[in-house]
């Protein structure tokens, strides 16, 4: 089969930067056939989402949380209020045209009456107080997650066709209980009469099907949908337009002189960053894409001839070389040492067990003959102190304590280079930072340090600056 189009997807920082999205990416000097053969995958415009949700930094309520609380009456009904405010204010900053403005404000005015009366439904019943509605509950954060993704949509497509694109909205996230059907059946319903040579799809990141997808996918729903767009079209290329680069390390640590772009990778290194909550794509998203054999490319918006990063399923740099040193500035570690473990088997499924009932996230694990460590992130301490004392309950003969420490990983395609451990621990002596514990695997695609957290920091830039700053000064050299 031959592969002629891409899937591209658009996140919501950049989304809010509208005409720049038009100049770099949607348009980008483009004319005529040129601005064909691409489907665009959009989010919700920055900070939608929170007012429809939460706030994913604060974990201030919007609708959802405001409706689901009902601590205060009526408090959803402003939260909603103010989105519409919200999204029309978005409205009269892009179009300049009136009768589109009008049409996009329309469209968003009727979406949230539609969520209105049936929030308004739901609230009468609960009132009641005969009726259990978790399951409607859930139901109702799908619906809000859609309204920003299909008011973005909309209106891009609008503006499209302001500019004489041939835009069609793609609405993905309109769905009801007699109609859940495969994320997969949904997009192949969708494109069954979409002619991409001559259309360009504008489709709603998220996706009303089976499951849910919030209920499946979180907040990275959006990277599903976008994934599976692109496997089941068969698409040549997936990108996805970010408003950075992915880059060598966080240039608010290391400065944006020093970090650099990657350039090329693979799956496997981003699966490690996704491991440590760092994704360059929602790890399920990538693995349909690595699957079948689709290139993902990561580029930065605001930067519109530069090519990104590229990343492939079976790249491996021909040089052993650093390409990111990123970490968790907390973690906590769970020692579980008991001396009469070794040469007994279960110790392990029943801990694993036991972290699985309390909702914990694993890093990574080490243990020998008398001890296991897990290395648990977004765990606190009050967590961890629950967790020790189940486990202290099942053993009470066994020493478990845990620790706040931080993680930093040394990430790469290709790190076989035999000096590369003893340049970074010299690295971080010099830095005057001691050394927790270190784990190093066989397969040779990340070395993760760990450090005291007040040395998080300090650790990622002595590090970045020994196996990344002067090894790019010995490339440079050399060429």
């Known amino acids: 089969m031959t592969r002629t189009h891409c899937v591209e997807k658009i996140g919501g920082t950049s989304m809010a930067a509208t005409s720049t999205v038009f100049e770099n990416v949607l348009i980008a000097g483009r004319e005529g056939a040129e601005l064909y053969n691409r489907i665009f995958v959009v989010s919700a415009y920055a ?11 604060t974990g201030a309520p919007g609708v959802h949380g405001h409706f689901l609380r009902n601590e205060t009456p009526g408090a959803w009904r402003t939260a909603l209020t103010d989105v519409l405010g919200a999204m029309w204010a978005r409205n009269a900053e892009m179009f300049a045209r009136p009768e589109s403005r009008e049409e996009a404000d329309r469209f968003v005015a009727a979406r949230i009456a539609t969520l209105d009366a049936c929030l308004e439904d739901l609230d009468r019943l609960r009132s009641r107080g005969h009726f259990c509605l978790s399951e409607q509950m859930s139901t109702v954060r799908e619906m809000l997650a859609g309204l920003g993704e299909a008011h973005a949509a909309h209106s891009t497509a609008l503006l499209l066709r302001d500019r004489g694109v041939n835009a069609v909205f793609v609405d993905l996230s309109v769905w009801n209980h ?123 918006t605001f930067e519109r001839h530069d090519e990104g990063t590229l990343i492939e399923g079976d790249f491996v740099s021909k040089t052993p070389r650093v390409e990111i040193v990123t970490g968790l500035a907390s973690v906590q570690a769970l020692q579980f040492f008991e001396q009469d473990m070794v040469g007994e088997k279960g110790y392990d499924a029943a801990i694993l067990e036991t972290l699985t009932r309390h909702g914990a996230w694993i890093v990574s694990k080490s243990s020998n003959a008398n001890t296991i ?70 397969q040779g695609v990340d070395i993760q340090f760990i450090v005291d957290p007040a040395d998080f920091e300090g650790a990622i830039q002595a590090l970045h600056a020994a196996l990344v700053e002067s090894d790019a000064l010995t490339d440079r050299a050399a060429a």
């Open 47 to 57: 900070g939608m989402t929170d007012l429809l949700l939460e706030n994913k930094k």
């Open 178 to 300: 007699d109609d859940l059907v495969s994320l997969d059946e949904r997009i192949h319903a969708a494109f069954d009469t979409i002619d991409l040579s001559r259309e360009m799809p504008i489709v709603t990141g998220y996706a009303g099907c089976e499951g849910g997808m919030v209920r499946r996918y979180a907040r990275g729903y959006s990277e599903m949908t976008f994934s599976r767009i692109a496997v089941v079209t068969s698409a040549r290329e997936a990108i996805i337009h970010k408003e950075f680069h992915l880059s060598s390390a966080d240039p608010r640590l290391v400065g944006e002189e020093r970090a650099r772009k990657i350039g090329r990778t693979n799956y496997d290194v981003a699966d490690q960053l996704a491991n440590l909550g760092m994704e360059a794509i929602h790890p399920r998203a990538g693995r349909g894409l690595r699957q079948s054999g689709i290139p993902l490319r990561v580029r930065n």
């Open 373 to 442: 460590t897990h290395y648990l992130s977004g765990t606190g301490a009050e967590q961890a102190a629950r967790i020790v004392e189940d486990l202290r309950r099942q053993w009470p003969g066994a020493q478990v304590t845990a620790q706040e420490v931080a993680m930093v990983s040394v990430i790469g395609s290709a790190l076989s280079e035999p000096t590369l451990v003893p340049r970074a621990l010299a690295a971080l002596d010099r830095a005057g930072i001691g050394l927790v514990a270190l784990q190093h695997q066989i």
